[in-house]
């Protein structure tokens, strides 16, 4: 395993170097390279936790996690909401990461021996579609992926798109289920760096994407998707996540080798500081410091010296973090340990944790959270639960996911604690206590304002989206405050009352390259994905 690792960082960095776009006119096609598919799927999975990285970025300074810190220039656009097409690029990477799938698939379409490689393949070229449309709306999908074959892909619309992805998914568990009744396969549990060849783990996460999928599709107040089937593969009785589904190919204190998230946010692998031009947002904190909700708990297991840590409004030039610098030394706001030596430091819990912490592919909270809904809204899915139980187990898991330390291991009373949150410190605020919701709409906003706290810094462009979609958590239209709003205090935007942008720009490389197709008359203020409010 260990040699297996080494070979999957190589591979990884190459990838995120050098990977061929969707559409890459660079590639010959006269001089072909070939791999097989169970050196190409570990180096795949791990290049996502890069492309997941760059998601939470994005999400967290759009969606209200993380502000422009004091002392440091250049955030421009990012402030003012004035996006140009070079604001933010998450489109070529995504892509990049998907060649690496549908080479797999392509490699494997009709071998029987390989079904779990091709079954696994497609459901991470869904995942990254997703995100993709979740980011853009209308995007290459039919045509995309053919390489030099078709360099001018024309664009699907998001809900098609959405469509042909359930699709894909119910094909997937489909080759799963097939793989499974045969005698003879080519075992994936050496090059699965999430579950490890547990196939029924698959199941679950393309049964939990699918329901995404229908909740964004269906719940929404703009375009309902037209789904082919809206049921789930009953996996035995355990149809959705009930664990986190961590991307580990042996992370470790190495060069090429550490948790991105960690070489980022907290120390590269010499030691050095990782990104300092960012801080909380007072929004974020007010979730935790009894502001809006009590939960000092999940709020120590993020934060260094959670209570006085340096802080502050998105657009604030000034900037708090400037005063407040000295009480977080070097080494990430988000790493709570008390070993501050790059070095060393690590082995914490929160949502950086150490070097050799798995990355979030999807955890169990999302799972719960979208079952929630899915109860209240009237979305048929298997497994026999209800709404509260759903919530309970989501806000459950999000603390067994902080609490957990980069082995495995759980530090603390998770599920105490979790009790403790949602029947005696928040008692009588149906945002946490779920025993005192009124209607479906207080429900909805419960469940959806726990997921975005759920996903603080851990998957924050899903919590973007959710609020996208909803208007969940609430924020001020009038009145704002840094705690009643993540809106910038110096926003350019005029068009929505409550100040923020509704989506990115397409990258400048689709003027550059397929300018023919490119979706025209794109405002981040006004254009919106076919989901969003």
């Given at each position: 395993?260990?040699r ?55 999400g ?93 892909p ?65 719940n ?10 809206t ?10 996540l ?26 590269t ?7 300092k031009?960012?801080?909380?947002t ?35 030039r ?29 082995n ?9 912490a ?12 979208l ?27 999000s ?7 980069p ?6 009373s ?42 603080n ?15 969940y ?29 509704t ?18 008359g ?12």
């Open positions: 395993m260990k297996l690792s080494i070979l999957i960082f190589l591979a990884a960095a190459l990838v995120m170097a050098a990977c061929n776009k969707y559409f890459d006119i660079n590639t010959n096609p006269n001089q072909p390279t070939s791999v097989t598919p169970n050196l190409i799927l570990p180096q795949a999975l791990t290049a996502t936790s890069f492309v997941l990285n760059g998601y939470n970025t994005y967290s300074q759009l969606g209200g996690n993380a502000a422009n810190a004091g002392g440091y220039g250049g955030f421009n656009e990012y402030v003012t909401y004035s996006y140009t097409s070079g604001s933010w690029n998450m489109w070529s990477p995504t892509y990049d990461n998907l060649e690496d799938y549908q080479y797999i698939i392509d490699k494997t379409t009709g071998d029987a021996a390989n079904i779990y490689f091709n079954a696994v393949a497609t459901i991470m070229r869904v995942h990254g579609f997703q995100l993709l449309v979740d980011a853009y709306n209308d995007i290459p999908y039919t045509h995309g992926l053919k390489g030099a074959s078709e360099l001018n024309p664009y699907d619309k998001g809900p098609d798109v959405y469509a042909g992805l359930a699709v894909e998914l119910d094909s997937a568990m489909a080759r799963i289920n097939r793989g499974n009744a045969m005698a003879t396969k080519n075992p994936i549990d050496n090059y699965d760096v999430v579950f490890h060849g547990n196939m029924s783990k698959w199941m679950q996460l393309a049964n939990t994407l699918k329901l995404k999928l229908i909740v964004r599709g269906l929404n107040s703009g375009t309902k998707v037209t789904f082919a089937n049921s789930f593969d009953p996996n035995g009785g355990a149809p959705f009930t664990t986190d589904a961590l991307i580990n190919p042996g992370f470790t204190r190495d060069i090429n080798r550490q948790n991105t998230a960690w070489n980022n946010w907290a120390y692998y010499t030691g050095t500081a990782g990104n031009a960012w801080v909380p007072l929004w974020i904190l007010s979730w935790y410091d009894g502001t809006n909700l009590n939960d000092p708990d999940r709020g120590k297991a993020i934060y260094f010296e959670f209570g006085s840590i340096p802080s502050d409004q998105i657009g604030n000034l900037g708090r973090e400037t005063v407040d610098a000295p009480k977080c030394p070097t080494g990430g706001r988000w790493y709570p340990g008390t070993d501050r030596t790059g070095t060393s430091a690590g914490s819990t929160g949502v950086l944790k150490g070097p050799n798995g990355y979030p592919l999807m955890t169990a909270a999302e799972s719960y959270f079952q929630a809904e899915a109860y209240v809204t009237g979305i048929v899915i298997p497994g026999g639960s209800d709404d509260v139980t759903s919530f309970r187990n989501g806000v459950t898991a603390f067994i996911f902080l609490y957990t330390l082995d495995l291991s759980v530090s603390g998770p599920a105490a604690d979790a009790a403790t949150y949602m029947d005696v410190t928040n008692t009588g605020n149906y945002l946490a206590d779920y025993s005192s919701v009124s209607g479906n709409l207080q429900k909805l906003e419960a469940i959806t304002t726990q997921k975005y706290i759920a996903l810094y851990i998957h924050s462009h899903e919590g973007w989206n959710e609020f996208r979609r909803t208007g958590p609430r924020v001020a239209e009038s009145g704002r405050t840094a705690t009643n709003t993540f809106a910038s205090t110096v926003s350019n935007q005029t068009f929505r009352p409550d100040g923020l942008p989506r990115i720009l397409y990258p400048t490389s689709e003027a550059q390259y397929n300018p023919a197709n490119l979706p025209s794109i405002d981040p203020f006004t254009k919106l994905i076919f989901w969003a409010k």
